[in-house]
């Protein structure tokens, strides 16, 4: 069974920064491909960004260039630094794991960016 607990969500102003983490139980982590997804209000579900075992990165077109997505593989752990946050940016990001034809979700966490 596979857990995954995201933190470092909160309010913050327009073009401060956050960073989320999501810890992930469950053995075979480092061949997992990890995202975070958001989603806000009234809008479906989207991918943000997501990095591969091979630490091969992608990103919404939205969020190139301010955010950042990391692994570390000894503390199963995956990040997600986002700098100049607008609030375009506010939403509950979610964590996502996809290992061996499997997708697991985090509980999500809540950015709030201010005006």
């Known amino acids: 069974q596979v857990h995954l607990v995201e933190s470092g969500g909160g309010l913050v102003q327009a073009g401060g920064s956050l960073r989320l983490s999501c810890a992930a139980s469950?053995?075979?982590?480092?061949?997992?491909?990890m995202g975070w997804y958001r989603q806000a209000p009234g809008k479906e579900r989207e991918s943000v960004a997501t990095?591969?075992?091979?630490?091969?990165?992608t990103y919404a077109d939205s969020v190139k260039g301010r955010f950042t997505i990391s692994r570390d593989n000894a503390k199963n752990t995956v990040y997600l630094q986002m700098n100049s946050l607008t609030p375009e940016d506010t939403a509950v990001y979610y964590c996502?794991?996809?290992?061996?034809?499997?997708?697991?979700w985090g509980q999500g966490t809540q950015v709030t960016v201010s005006s």
């Open positions: 996502n794991q996809y290992m061996l034809g499997y997708t697991y």
């Open positions: 469950g053995s075979r982590f480092s061949i997992s491909v």
């Open positions: 990095i591969t075992g091979h630490n091969t990165s």
